[in-house]
Nanobody, 121 residues
Framework: QVQLVESGGGLVQAGGSLRLSCAAS????????MNWYRQAPGKQRELVAR???????NYLDSVKGRFTISRDNAKKTASLQMNSLKPEDTAVYYC???????????????WGQGTQVTVSS
């Protein structure tokens, strides 16, 4: 079985910073991408940042220049450094990984339980 465990959420004032971490464990052959999504109340879940196994990154336009995603392939971890936070960044943040559990298996999506980020104005 595969588990993704997030940590690092919390309450911060606008302009502040938070760092989210995600650790993958279990029967993992390879991780294709590690991603951070978020879902605010009444809104759809959206992709915030993505990092591939080779280190290529993609960001939601509204977080470019403020958020940085990184990944440690050996440790099977990913982090999201969030700076200059705004109230509109308030959401539950989810770690997601597209990964293979065996050499012959197709890649599948796995999700963490989510961590709350609240930015006060």
């Amino acid at each position: 079985q595969v588990q993704l465990v997030e940590s690092g959420g919390g309450l911060v004032q606008a302009g502040g910073s938070l760092r989210l971490s995600c650790a993958a464990s279990g029967s993992i052959f390879s991780i294709v991408t590690m991603n951070w999504y978020r879902q605010a109340p009444g809104k759809q879940r959206e992709l915030v940042a993505r990092v591939t196994s080779s280190g290529t990154t993609n960001y939601l336009d509204s977080v470019k220049g403020r958020f940085t995603i990184s990944r440690d392939n050996a440790k099977k971890t990913a982090s999201l450094q969030m700076n200059s936070l705004k109230p509109e960044d308030t959401a539950v943040y989810y770690c997601n990984a597209l990964l293979k559990t065996a050499i012959w298996s197709p890649p599948n999506d796995y999700w963490g339980q989510g961590t709350q980020v609240t930015v006060s104005s």
